[in-house]
Every structure is written in structure tokens, then in C-alpha cells.
């Protein structure tokens, strides 16, 4: 399907981009999904890797008359590079000649391929941006692939292309091509052991195809006894890569894991050593809630991930790496065994979220410490215990009023001005510091009084910068004056 839709796209782009006629847009999902783009000028080619997506367009493109001009990951595509891409291919087409010694030529049309654009690094800075920008006025078809769809860099290329997604194909497909691709090569490849390979292999293509060279270069029987043999025996795709953080701890906290040895247990620990103990520890107490001993079995885990977090406390404060495994050990392996139960998938760690709002928090405070520090000598945490509450609840009384008219808005503004503080500091420090247990009477003010609040603000803010200015201009003065007077004392 997604090979058609390929097909379809490259064949008619000169009908839809030069010529102008356009095909229908549908939207997917039964009209809740986003629309189909077919008539973009570029085309999105996503998927998992070692499923064919390079091959595959690298055959339409000679299937249909194309010449491919091909950039990886191991050519410069930073933005100066694609705009000159831009400015000298984006509308050329290809002279071909035959070496046969005739003088037939042939006049071709080129098809650009951005390959793996989901790691363009720091070195293709401004690259990504530049191509959206060739997308818009090319003349010539633009093919980019990419294995992860929901990178931040693609998600942005991805509106201007036409997105075609590409699924990783079932073992059975695969065992049968494997099948075929070693019976064209005089070899004999049961089906149950081409299955055995793809599912060993996590269904990846290129490494299936891989597996089986492998098995007939070294001249090895092709049966399904020996075949499974020899993928058990450690030469199978690993499965740590092939495994996410959520998949490793669901597979630690659920009752499976207490089957699994010490060793198995670390090796899903090593899947991400900084996400798996923040999972487990987000979602050990529903394992053991239904339990008779749950409580018991929660209490055992808790000390464990306490442990853990000291050790990893001096991992990363003294950068002593060989306490990592110590800390997998208490921090996964350990509470895999007191809490095994059943978990159908794990939440993702609220402590994370946590973590940004208290980032968020400190930047904020440290913004308004050095407006205010200015006006009043006192520290961050001073200012957040006995400035911040103050000025919000004396603004917001007064702004709350029943009568409240222009001389009470005045005031208002005026509180804040005395700290150096703004309607922009009110709304996005005081009111964003303020704990969540808190409640914001500021929104109950009413539309008319915010505006006329605003108003004064901006007016007050004007008159400051502008008084600022002067004081500045007027402490240079001196300041050069004293320089001068010093100079003249020295002579």
C-alpha cells in the first residue's frame, strides 16, 4: 500500500506540481484523522529501520525514468549546503549519454532523496529549515526518509510533505522472501526456519537477509532444529535494542520477572538506566495493591529504591560509574522480585513533570530576584516567602473593589513600580509562583478593570524606561567626570 501510494505520488508530480492538476484530498481515520497532502511537492517516507524504505525508493525511482541524487547522513546538509541545492538543482534536469561509443542522449528528470533527515546534527544546523523552504518552490520531486516520524525535526518537514507511513512487514511475509531469496541462490531454507529468523530478528529485513548469508556462507544447515540452535546460541539481533524503557519495566514489575535470572533482570535495567528505575518506581505500588502481603512487599521495595538513590546520589555527584550496577541491582532487579505482579502498562513517571514545573519555578524567581533586588536586599527564598504573596494579594485587593476606578488602578500599578515590577511580572511571575493549593483571584477580576489595569502598566513602564534612561545617562556623566578628576590629580 504505502509502495503504491509512492508510485502514484512520483509518476503523476509533474501532472499536480507543474501543470496544476490537482488530485482530491481525503482525510484519514473516517474524517478524524489529519488530510492526506497528495499534492505536495515532496513526499515523507517513515518507518523502522531494515525494512526496505532506501530500497524501495530507490527502485520506483529507475522503475519510472528517474535519475536519483541521494544525500545521507554522511554529506553535509546544513543550511548554507541545501540552499545551494536549491539555487542550482531544484529546477535542473539530467544529461545522460551512452558509453556504447553512439551519440544517443538522453534528457532525464532528477529526483531528490534526503535520507535518515531525523539525524541531521549540530554540524546541519539551519539544514532543516532551509529544506522546508526548497519544498515550497522546487521543481524538481523531493523524497526524505526518516525512521522515527515523531521527531521534533520531522514533525515540522512533515507539513509540507506528503506522508507516507511504512510498517514493518509479519514474519510470515518475510520467511517467505527468505525462502525464495535462498532458493535462487541453490539453497534450501525450510519456512518454519526463515519464521524462526524473522522472529528472532525482531521482523528487521536487512538483518533477516543477514542472518541467512551468514548461515550459508558458513555452510550450515538450513533446517529448523539447527536454525533455532544457533539463534539461541547468541546470534540473533540483541534484544536490548529492540526493547523501550516501558517495555523492560513492564517485563520487570509484572509476574514473569520473578522467573528471570539476576542477569536477565540488569540487562532490561541497561535498557535506559535512567528511565526503567524512575518507571518501576512510579508504578511498583499497583503490583502489590491486590496482594494479602502488599503492604509488606511495598515496604521491601521502598528501602530498595531507597538505597538505589543514595548509591546513584554518589554515582553522579562523584562520578563513581562502578556503582551503576549496584543501583540497577536495588533500583530494579531487587523490586522486580518483592512486587511482581501484574501491570497491563506502566504510567510514565510524574516525578519528570514534577521536575520542569520546579525548573520553570526557579527561573522565575530568579527573574524576579533581580528585578527586585534593586529595591530591597532581599534573597530568592525571602522574596519568594515574604514579597511574592504580599504584592499579588495587595493588587489584587485592590482591583477587586466594587468601585474601582482609575485613581485605585493607579495605585495598584504604583505597588508594583516601587519594586521595579510590571504588569508582564505580575501576570507571569507572581501569578505562576503562587502554590497550587493557592487560589488565583485574579481571573474573578472583571475584563473591564484588567484593561484599564494593563493600560496604566504600560504607561508606568514607558515612564520608567525613560526615567531609567536619564539616571543612566546622568551617572555617566559623573562617573567620567570623576575619571577625568583623577586622571588630573595623578598629572
Known amino acids: 500500500m504505502s509502495v503504491r501510494k509512492l508510485r502514484d505520488w512520483l509518476s503523476d508530480w509533474d501532472e499536480v506540481v507543474i501543470r496544476g492538476k490537482k488530485k482530491p484530498v481525503f482525510f484519514r481515520g473516517g474524517g478524524k484523522g489529519a488530510p492526506d497532502n497528495p499534492n505536495a511537492r515532496a513526499a515523507l517516507v517513515s518507518g523502522p529501520p531494515g525494512i526496505g524504505k532506501s530500497s524501495a525508493v530507490g527502485i520506483l525511482i529507475a522503475e ?181 524503557p516501558f517495555d523492560a519495566a513492564k517485563r520487570l514489575l509484572n509476574t514473569g520477572g520473578g522467573r528471570m535470572t539476576v542477569a536477565d533482570r540488569m540487562d532490561l535495567f541497561f535498557v535506559d538506566s535512567d528511565l526503567v528505575p524512575l518507571i518501576m518506581h512510579e508504578n511498583y505500588l499497583s503490583c502489590c495493591e491486590k496482594s494479602p502481603s502488599g503492604i509488606k512487599q511495598a515496604a521491601m521495595a521502598s ?7 543514595r548509591c546513584s546520589t554518589v ?12 543501583t540497577g541491582f536495588m533500583s530494579a532487579a531487587m523490586p522486580s522480585v518483592q512486587v511482581a ?58 482591583l477587586k473593589q466594587d468601585e474601582c476606578d482609575s485613581f485605585d488602578i493607579a495605585n495598584a500599578v504604583n505597588l508594583l513600580s516601587s519594586y521595579g515590577l510590571g ?25 473591564k478593570v484588567k484593561g484599564s489595569f494593563t493600560r496604566h502598566a504600560n504607561a508606568s513602564t514607558n515612564l520608567a524606561r525613560a526615567s531609567v534612561s536619564v539616571k543612566q545617562k546622568k551617572q555617566d556623566r559623573e562617573s567620567t567626570a570623576v575619571e577625568d578628576g583623577i586622571v588630573e590629580d595623578e598629572v
Not at 528501602?303 to 538513590?309: G, H, K, N, Q, V
Open 64 to 244: 519510472l525514468g528517474f535519475e536519483k541524487l541521494e544525500f545521507n547522513a554522511s554529506d553535509a546538509r546544513s543550511k548554507a549546503m541545501v540552499d545551494r541545492l536549491c539555487s542550482g538543482l531544484s529546477d535542473n534536469r539530467t544529461l545522460t549519454g551512452d558509453t556504447g561509443g553512439s551519440m544517443r542522449v538522453k534528457l532525464g528528470r532528477t529526483v531528490l532523496v534526503m535520507d535518515e533527515v531525523d539525524g541531521m546534527s549540530a554540524g546541519d544546523r539551519g539544514g532543516n529549515a532551509a529544506l522546508i523552504a526548497m519544498i515550497k518552490k522546487t521543481k524538481m520531486p523531493i523524497i526524505a526518509i526518516c525512521n522515527d516520524r515523531m521527531n521534533p525535526k520531522v514533525r515540522s518537514l512533515s507539513n509540507s510533505c506528503y506522508d507516507i507511513p511504512f510498517q514493518r512487514p509479519g514474519k510470515t511475509a518475510i520467511s517467505g522472501r527468505l525462502v525464495s531469496i535462498a532458493a535462487s541462490q541453490g539453497h534450501s531454507l525450510e519456512p518454519n526456519a526463515a519464521e524462526a529468523i524473522a522472529e528472532a530478528n525482531g521482523n528487521d529485513i536487512r538483518q533477516c537477509i543477514n542472518e541467512v548469508q551468514m548461515l550459508c556462507a558458513a555452510g550450515l544447515a538450513l533446517d529448523h532444529t539447527s536454525t533455532v540452535a544457533r539463534l539461541t546460541s547468541g546470534s540473533a539481533k540483541d534484544e536490548q535494542g529492540m526493547l523501550g
Open 315 to 326: 554515582v553522579r555527584r562523584h562520578q563513581r560509574w562502578s556503582l551503576l550496577p549496584f
Open 341 to 398: 505482579g501484574y501491570v497491563p502498562f506502566p504510567r510514565f513517571p510524574q516525578v519528570l513533570g514534577k521536575m520542569s514545573t520546579l525548573s520553570k519555578s526557579k527561573r522565575l524567581l530568579r527573574e524576579l530576584h533581580g528585578t527586585v533586588q534593586l529595591y530591597c536586599r532581599a534573597p530568592p527564598k525571602a522574596v519568594r516567602e515574604e514579597y511574592v504573596d504580599r504584592l499579588y494579594d495587595g493588587v489584587v485587593r485592590i
Open 303 to 309: 528501602m530498595s529504591f531507597a538505597s538505589a538513590d
Open 423 to 447: 504588569k508582564e511580572h505580575f501576570v507571569e511571575h507572581l501569578c505562576d509562583l503562587r502554590l497550587q493549593e493557592q487560589d488565583d483571584d485574579f481571573k474573578e477580576v472583571s475584563p
